[in-house]
């Protein structure tokens, strides 16, 4: 993912309190991952655009990085972003053309962009070769004016609760419930609660054999 022309990049941005077992497990399931598919560090690195430090501070449970990230590293990994933010012992199913995932079954993603105040709730246990992606998204009510989100593909973006200000280049949209937004997402985009708790309903579609996808 992009972001503007400041002096700390995106992926360099801290996170917020994460517990130490959320980070090795992340860190765990990236490298299972990595070597699975017969990559290092330093190919990943230069498959991703990511610097091999910052991977491998990631690996070992030093970094939580953005879902963004995560989902540039899913593109060379051959994976789907939801295979780095399950939680351990999280329902595995192959897909067999239908997915259906009941209420109690919805697999939280645990880092997604919590470090930026935003998290993510995948709706979907699609398998790995799929292009579109289900999330539930909730807002937060404070952003860093700095952050914006770039990748390939389209999103739309439902409200279902509260309301919140989404921009999309230099355009911002205030929308309460019901409204929706679609948009190309290889603009800069963001948004953010205006009152309270907000949630909607976030599909993404990013072409098969693009590094960067969702946020």
């Known amino acids: 993912m992009k972001k503007n022309s400041e002096p700390k990049t995106r992926d360099e941005e801290d996170a917020g309190p994460v517990s130490p077992v959320v980070l090795q497990d ?20 230069g498959l991703s655009g990511f610097n091999k430090g910052y991977l491998s501070r990631i690996e070992n449970g030093k970094k939580v990085p ?24 999280g329902r595995k199913s ?3 053309g239908v997915s259906v995932v009941r209420h109690g079954e919805k697999r939280p993603t645990i880092l997604g962009g919590s470090a930026f105040g935003y998290d993510y709730f995948a709706l979907s246990n699609a398998g790995t070769s799929q292009v579109l992606q289900a999330f539930l998204f909730s807002f937060p009510e404070a952003i860093d004016k700095y952050v914006f ?11 279902l609760t509260g309301r919140i200000e989404w921009q999309v280049g230099m355009h911002k949209y205030e929308l309460g419930p019901g409204d929706t937004v679609h948009f190309d997402a290889r603009m800069p985009h ?5 009152s309270g708790g ?9 072409p098969t054999g693009t590094h960067d996808s969702l946020a």
Do not use: D
């Open 94 to 96: 192959a897909w067999r």
């Open 190 to 194: 963001r948004g953010h609660s205006l």
């Open 149 to 159: 989100f770039e990748h390939e593909g389209e999103e739309i973006l439902h409200v």
């Open 26 to 45: 992340l860190g765990k399931r990236l490298r299972k991952h990595r070597l699975a598919a017969g990559l290092t560090l330093e190919k990943l690195a």
């Open 198 to 206: 907000a949630t909607a309903l976030v599909v993404m579609y990013s």
């Open 66 to 89: 953005p879902i963004a990230t995560l989902a540039r590293l899913a593109g060379p990994l051959g994976i789907e972003v939801a295979s780095l933010l399950s939680e351990p012992g």
